[in-house]
């Protein structure tokens, strides 16, 4: 059975904090690990990784890939209250119709 | 951001009736999904479509059915909703390179 796993599950900060948020997967055929932001609404889209050892940046977020040990890191840095929002995880399945299975999710909240 | 609504965006029903749920699309991406989102379980798939009257089970379609008779729209149907299937419902679509992009979801509850 396909698996991705988040962690932590929820994570408090300070506003300056920099933050870590874990992926780790165990899938049957990888292609692609992707990253979503989700406030109160839809998640957005953030990152796709395909390739290990390549820092996908944009901002003050951050993200790598190692398909050697079968995890994905996000880093956001000097964090903002509008940060705050739940981090969803997917791996991309090949075998067609782009199925994505995702993480449970990481809420971040981001104090003042 | 690709075009795509959902409607209703909010529903409540009660036990046994049946719900429809709509996502249209104004990209023309050929793949749909739609999505349950529940606190402890994160996005699981309901179902797929791969093209106009092709679709496919995802890990939690029991219960549910769906129709793509139109590119640009995938219905959802509850035959006969029960408590379980309270949740938000989120439809996607993507082209071919995986990035799926959300509609703004679906709140239904089942008194």
């Known amino acids: 059975e396909d698996k991705v796993v988040q962690s932590p599950l929820s994570l408090v900060v300070h506003e300056g904090d920099t933050v870590t948020l874990n992926c780790s997967y165990e899938?049957?055929?990888?292609?692609?690990l992707l990253w979503y932001k989700q406030e109160k609404k839809a998640p957005t889209f953030l990152f796709m990784l395909t390739s290990s050892g390549i820092e996908k940046k944009s901002g003050r977020l951050s993200s790598i890939l190692d398909k050697k040990e079968l995890f994905s890191i996000l880093n956001i840095t000097a964090t903002q209250t509008g940060d705050s929002a739940i981090y969803l995880c997917?791996?991309?399945?090949?075998?067609?119709?782009?199925?994505?299975?995702f993480g449970k999710g990481m809420k971040l909240t981001v104090n003042p | 951001d690709a075009g795509i609504t959902q409607s209703p965006r909010h529903k409540v029903t009660e036990t046994g009736t049946p719900v429809t749920l709509r996502c249209h699309q104004t990209e023309n991406h050929r793949y749909m999904y739609w999505y349950r989102q529940d606190p402890g379980h994160g996005l699981r798939l309901i179902h797929y479509?791969?093209?106009?009257?092709?679709?496919d089970k995802g890990e939690v379609s029991d219960g549910y059915s769906v129709s793509r008779s139109k590119t640009e729209d995938f219905l959802l149907t509850l035959e006969s909703a029960t408590s379980s299937q309270t949740s938000v419902y989120f439809c996607?679509?993507?082209?071919?390179?995986?990035?799926?992009?959300f509609g703004p979801g679906t709140r239904l509850t089942v008194l």
């Open positions: 996607a679509t993507s082209v071919l390179t995986g990035t799926q992009y």
């Open positions: 997917a791996v991309e399945i090949q075998g067609g119709s782009e199925k994505l299975v």
């Open positions: 479509s791969y093209g106009v009257k092709d679709t």
């Open positions: 899938v049957t055929n990888f292609r692609s």
